[in-house]
Nanobody
Framework: QVQLVESGGGLVQAGGSLRLSCAAS????????IGWYRQAPGKQRELVAG???????DYADSVKGRFTISRDNAKNTVYLQMNSLKPEDTAVYHC?????????WGQGTQVTVAS
């Protein structure tokens, strides 16, 4: 069964850091481009970071310079290092593919940034 399991969220003060992990039940080597999405209450889901199979990364303007996405295909895991967190980063964070159709969505991990 294809599964994505996100972890690493929590409550942090503004300016703090968190590292999110996304463990896939399938080989991430077979996933071309994968990314991290977030959805805040009352807002649409947005893509904040993506990484290709070749390691090319891309970021939403709102997180550029603060977030870093990486992938470890040996562990079938994708990471999101989040630094200099802001209250507006508060959301549920999910990982999923960017191209080729979505995998089943995991439960996500809640990130709450207190001002």
């Amino acid at each position: 069964q294809v599964q994505l399991v996100e972890s690493g969220g929590g409550l942090v003060q503004a300016g703090g850091s968190l590292r999110l992990s996304c463990a896939a039940s399938v080989s991430t080597e077979n996933i071309n481009t994968i990314g991290w999405y977030r959805q805040a209450p009352g807002k649409q889901r947005e893509l904040v970071a993506g990484i290709s199979s070749g390691g090319r990364t891309d970021y939403a303007d709102s997180v550029k310079g603060r977030f870093t996405i990486s992938r470890d295909n040996a562990k079938n895991t994708v990471y999101l290092q989040m630094n200099s967190l802001k209250p507006e980063d508060t959301a549920v964070y999910h990982c999923n593919t960017i191209t080729g159709g979505f995998m089943p969505w995991g439960q996500g991990t809640q990130v709450t940034v207190a001002s």
